[in-house]
Nanobody, 123 residues
Framework: QVQLVESGGGLVQAGGSLRLSCAAS????????MAWFRQVSGKEREFVAS????????NYVDSVKGRCTISRDNAKNTVYLQMNSLKPEDTAVYYC????????????????WGQGTQVTVSS
């Protein structure tokens, strides 16, 4: 198993930036495809971005393309989500997720989850 702990959320004004971090422990980090999801209360959890084992492939939901960058540091067992030009509609709880396979964008594609970190963007 792998354990995931997110950090870096907070309150920011529209147009601002945040960098989320997700520290992994347990099994070998490079065995896992990593992703970020987000969820607004009362709505389904939504895919945001993913990154392959050696960072060769990244994938983004259209609403964050050009504003967010996912990256990973395998030496530090950490995945990041740099978010720029934040909008009020980015407000959500952001979750880090890991898959031992070759996942798509579905929640069920990922078997391991962090506890989430709140991002609030004020207008």
């Amino acid at each position: 198993q792998v354990q995931l702990v997110e950090s870096g959320g907070g309150l920011v004004q529209a147009g601002g930036s945040l960098r989320l971090s997700c520290a992994a422990s347990g099994r070998t980090f490079t065995n896992y495809y990593m992703a970020w999801f987000r969820q607004v209360s009362g709505k389904e959890r939504e895919f945001v971005a993913s990154i392959s084992w050696r960072s060769s492939l990244t994938n983004y939901v259209d609403s964050v393309k050009g504003r967010c960058t996912i990256s990973r540091d395998n030496a530090k067992n950490t995945v990041y989500l740099q978010m720029n030009s934040l909008k009020p509609e980015d407000t959500a709880v952001y979750y880090c997720a890991a898959s031992s396979g070759r996942p798509g964008r579905l929640v069920n594609d990922y078997g391991y989850w962090g506890q989430g970190t709140q991002v609030t963007v004020s207008s």
